[in-house]
T-cell receptor, first 116, second 114 residues
Framework: GAVVSQHPSWVICKSGTSVKIECRSL??????MFWYRQFPKQSLMLMAT?????????EQGVEKDKFLINHASLTLSTLTVTSAHPEDSSFYIC????????????FGPGTRLLVL | AQKITQTQPGMFVQEKEAVTLDCTYD???????LFWYKQPSSGEMIFLIY??????QNATEGRYSLNFQKARKSANLVISASQLGDSAMYFC???????????FGKGTRLHILP
């Protein structure tokens, strides 16, 4: 199978602090990783596409200075929510793909962020 | 423009009945893939089924089948013999082969009644 993990699974933090979320592909090398955000009862919204060793490509409307993405290796990508505010509270999900047109994305279990 | 449309925000189906979840899509790319994912209350995204734009036959995976009508740009998910554990949110998604991004529809919440 293809397993993707995320850490932490949930986090509560004070407004103004920064939070780092890790996404790891455990049994495969991920050519590309993706970060999504999901508000309650809504769909997944793609935030950015991350390729190992290069800068992330952010979707329109996503602040790159607010959501820092680092893709240091073929098995690890991190999302840092800088100076988090209550409106950043959401469910953040990463996914990874092995590459190839017919490859699905394998999703991590998600991270619930609550900013107080 | 919205690329994936799921017109059913919620559905209630009796256990053991078949259910069809609707999905239409829009793309100018001749090469693309269509996906269905299940998201239970735990939040994890579970991959169900994939259909490539050039696939001649409808995809099937166990109780799941994808009714692919290319001319109508339709990719409905059919779940046969529904079970209580099928209650979840279901997302239709598309990836245009010119890039790796998967774009999701708004989802359909399926409730299976005992």
């Amino acid at each position: 199978g293809a397993v993707v993990s995320q850490h932490p699974s949930w986090v509560i933090c004070k407004s103004g602090t920064s939070v780092k979320i890790e996404c790891r592909s455990l049994d495969f090398q991920a050519t590309t990783m993706f970060w999504y955000r999901q508000f309650p009862k809504q769909s997944l919204m793609l935030m950015a596409t991350s390729n190992e060793g290069s800068k992330a490509t952010y979707e329109q409307g996503v602040e790159k200075d607010k959501f820092l993405i680092n893709h240091a290796s073929l098995t690890l990508s991190t999302l840092t929510v800088t100076s988090a505010h209550p409106e950043d509270s959401s469910f953040y999900i990463c996914s990874a793909t092995k590459g190839g047109a017919q490859e699905t994305q394998y999703f991590g279990p998600g991270t619930r962020l609550l900013v107080l | 423009a919205q690329k994936i449309t799921q017109t059913q925000p919620g559905m209630f189906v009796q256990e053991k009945e078949a259910v069809t979840l609707d999905c239409t899509y829009d793309t100018s790319d001749p090469s693309y893939g269509l996906f269905w994912y299940k998201q239970p209350s735990s939040g994890e995204m579970i991959f169900l089924i994939y259909q490539g734009s050039y696939d001649q036959q409808n995809a099937t995976e166990g109780r799941y089948s994808l009714n692919f009508q290319k001319a109508r740009k339709s990719a409905n998910l059919v779940i046969s013999a529904s079970q209580l554990g099928d209650s979840a949110m279901y997302f239709c998604a598309m990836r245009e082969d010119r890039d790796d991004k998967i774009i999701f529809g708004k989802g359909t919440r399926l409730h299976i009644l005992p």
